[in-house]
């Protein structure tokens, strides 16, 4: 690992040649900037991933559950487990969705899943991203120009190799196809992860189709090569947000959407991964109830943690948040990416005040939870070791079977003095270490 370390520099040079950024809108202007690899791994034992694993494919089975039950029958709403408010006055529940069945019933063929590790030893999580997660692409590359700088270092420790994420993508694809190739939709190359989406496409052996490239004609999705013929699509991985997905159903404005897309999706004659409609089970308010999922369609205790979580939407829960206000840190339960995000003991006199009666005006609109003290991990930064807050967003992989890649994306602040460690917030990344036994 020292040879690693020692490479720090030249292996994220390397990154950088081959495009590893991160792109962020801002003020109506696209930035693009670096996204920094720690050489230090984040070492997970194999008996520890193995309850962690056990815990991802219960919750995600359980969220692909409530997704289903939500666009059909909606009987968690009808036995009193979620209030209605929260499924019809979610910007994730989709109405243009409601009995849209996809294929093989599964919503969300993939899961990305953060957690953060606390000092008590327990694995929190955070968040569930179930509508486009992005990241897995990083701790590949990473690894392999790692393999590369140092390939005895990999001969000497017993990892999990990481290269199969292709593989196991591939696999939920076939698994759901409906007839035809596969194709990985991107919205182009301004989009914020446009490196993943070419570099996924390659892996999985499939073709990376601009907007441009696909139309629909009569039942079914169609590839159109550059020599002018058409090739009928059965599954598309697409990286565009569900309102820019189809101008016909959604945003009709969209120039980077599909018309008649939602059309053929609903005759079933096409698979989209994942799911339009998924954004009901990202919001922050329905990860309140995720346990109380899992007890309802699988029958099981849950075996991850959510992180103390309130609801002030809930008389009696909104007084706590208020009385513990400095104590707790507030979500918008809209935003991601680390925005909406406030620690309330960061805030101005004035600022509270504000906040509070939000609260209070607009409780359907945040959770409250209590503020983790998760582990800081090494990080080198100069000629130095720092500690910093770092966390882990699993990916778990829906086809025939549920699956949980052996590998990961681990993210950390670079900022001493912050919990929020999301790239859009200017954090790096490490690899991710299985050991194998």
Not at 79 to 100: H, N, R, T, W, Y
Not at 122 to 149: F, H, Q, T
Not at 263 to 291: C, H, L, M, Q, S
Not at 308 to 317: D, N
């Amino acid at each position: 690992m020292d040879n690693l370390v020692l490479l720090k520099d030249e292996i994220n040079q390397l990154l950088a040649r081959y495009g590893l950024k991160f792109g962020i809108y801002k003020n109506n202007e696209f930035h693009e900037q670096l996204f920094p690899f720690d050489p230090i791994p984040r070492v997970i034992l194999h008996e520890e991933f193995q309850e962690l694993e056990k815990g991802l494919i219960q919750r995600v089975n359980a969220l692909n559950q409530f997704l289903l039950d939500i666009y059909t029958k909606q009987q968690i709403v009808k036995d009193g487990v979620i209030p209605e408010e929260f499924i019809f006055a979610s910007p994730g529940f989709l109405p243009q969705c409601q009995g849209i069945i996809p294929s093989k019933n599964i919503f969300a063929h993939i899961a990305g899943i953060d957690l953060v590790k606390g000092k008590d030893g327990i694995w929190y999580v955070l968040e569930d991203n179930l509508r486009v997660p992005s990241g897995a692409s990083y701790p590949m590359i990473a690894r392999a120009l790692c393999r590369k700088a140092s390939p005895a270092t990999f001969r000497e420790t017993e990892v999990e190799d990481n290269r199969d994420y292709g593989r196991l993508l591939r696999q939920v694809m076939d698994d759901v196809n409906t007839g035809g190739i596969n194709v990985v939709f991107t919205p182009g190359r301004y989009n914020a992860a446009f490196f993943e989406h070419s570099y996924l496409a390659e892996k999985i052996g499939s073709i990376l189709a601009f907007p441009n490239d696909l139309e629909v004609y009569g039942d079914f999705l169609y590839y159109k090569t550059y020599h002018g013929t058409k090739q009928k699509v059965g599954a598309i991985y697409r990286r565009v947000s569900d309102e820019y997905l189809d101008p016909m159903t959604f945003y009709e404005g969209s120039f980077i959407g599909i018309p008649h897309l939602m059309e053929v999706y609903r005759k079933g004659n096409v698979a989209i991964i994942n799911a339009p409609g998924n954004g009901i089970a990202d919001d922050k308010g329905i990860y309140y109830f995720v346990p109380k999922m899992i007890e309802y369609y699988l029958k099981e205790r849950p075996i991850l943690c959510n992180a103390p979580t309130y609801l002030p939407f809930y008389e009696e829960e909104r007084a706590y948040v208020l009385e513990n206000f400095d104590h707790l840190v507030i979500k918008d339960v809209a935003e991601a990416g680390g925005y909406g995000v406030v620690f309330g003991n960061k805030l101005k006199k004035e600022e509270k005040q504000t906040m509070k009666e939000k609260i209070c005006s607009e409780p359907r609109r945040f959770i409250a939870q209590e503020v983790i003290d998760f582990l800081d991990m090494e990080v080198i930064d100069g000629a130095s070791k720092v500690m910093r807050k770092a966390d882990l967003r699993a990916f778990v992989l829906s086809g025939e079977k549920t699956k949980v890649w052996k590998s990961g994306l681990t993210r950390f602040t670079r900022n001493p003095d912050s919990f929020v460690v999301n790239s859009s917030q200017g954090g790096g990344f490490k690899d991710t270490w299985i050991l194998s036994r």
